[in-house]
């Protein structure tokens, strides 16, 4: 991996069966979520030669299954600072097991707080959660985020991802797949309720949004393991932003179940 003056961004895992981003930059690194079990994201930072035990910390997103169920193992085998909101900590209380009173942060929406040098700000998102965020991350003037989990757009998560290099983003599912699909149907009226999971249709008309705000590269993810596939987020992100006059030539999409890629943001030092 790059040690240099570089953002690193790497999504380990990111669909409905389980998320995980690591971020690193000098000697900061992080892990967003930890949605598989502990041995799973172990694996994944190995091919990166990361040792698990080096990690700053890991932040919480929400306390779905999907996002925590390798958080306590991870922490308790290496000692890692778990950050989370306070409604996140209750909402997760039996899922990660004990984690040390020394390493549980706790974390307050649109408050930014440091780990070493890089500032990360929380920020409030519309999902069925507890208190879920995203995250942003900044550092040397490089800026990305995280923002999944998202049940519609709002001007509040879409005004924090401002002039991010990088952005994971939400692309869910394909309505109609989702409709027709065998999912019973409180959990289709929950996926498409305002505080469900964001379509492919919206995902394009979020990176529109974006776009205009100056974010660069975005990355689909969160993808559904029934209700979409790879090639069909990218083709209707693409054709919502085509059909309003944009290039869809920033766009990639993240792997379900494995290393998407690294990307390198470079800082301001290096401009």
Not at 218 to 240: M, R
Not at 247 to 260: C, E, F, I, P, S
Request: charged share 20%; hydrophobic share 40%; net charge negative.
């Amino acid at each position: 991996m790059n040690t240099g003056l570089h953002m690193d961004f790497v999504p380990l895992f990111s669909g409905s069966s389980g998320n995980s981003t690591y971020v690193r930059m000098e000697g900061t690194s992080l892990l967003v979520d930890a949605g598989l079990s502990g041995t799973r994201v172990i694996k994944e930072l190995q091919k990166l030669q990361v040792d698990p035990s080096t990690l700053s910390g890991i932040l919480v997103t929400h306390e779905h299954s999907d996002h925590v169920s390798g958080v306590g193992i991870l922490s308790r085998r290496y000692g890692l600072k778990v950050y989370a909101t306070q409604g996140t900590w209750a909402g997760m209380a039996g899922k990660v097991g004990r984690i040390e009173a020394c390493n549980r942060r706790v974390i307050r929406p649109g408050d930014d707080f440091f780990i070493g040098d890089m500032c990360l700000t929380p920020f409030s998102i519309p999902h069925d959660a507890a208190e879920p965020v995203g995250y942003t991350f900044y550092c040397r003037g490089v800026k990305t985020a995280i923002a999944t989990d998202l049940g519609h757009l709002n001007n509040g998560w879409l005004d924090a991802l401002a002039g991010s290099a990088l952005v994971l983003l939400e692309a869910n599912h394909d309505v109609e797949m989702l409709k027709a699909g065998r999912y019973p149907y409180e959990l289709k009226r929950r996926i498409l309720g305002m505080n469900g999971h964001l379509s492919n249709e919206d995902a394009g008309r979020a990176v529109i949004e974006l776009r205009k705000q100056g974010v660069g590269r975005i990355i689909l993810g969160h993808l559904s393991h029934e209700n979409n596939f790879p090639e069909l987020a990218y083709q209707t992100v693409s054709q919502v932003l085509e059909e309003a006059g944009h290039a869809a030539d920033m766009l990639d999409v993240a792997q379900r179940d494995g290393l998407t890629g690294i990307y390198h943001l470079k800082s301001e030092d290096q401009a």
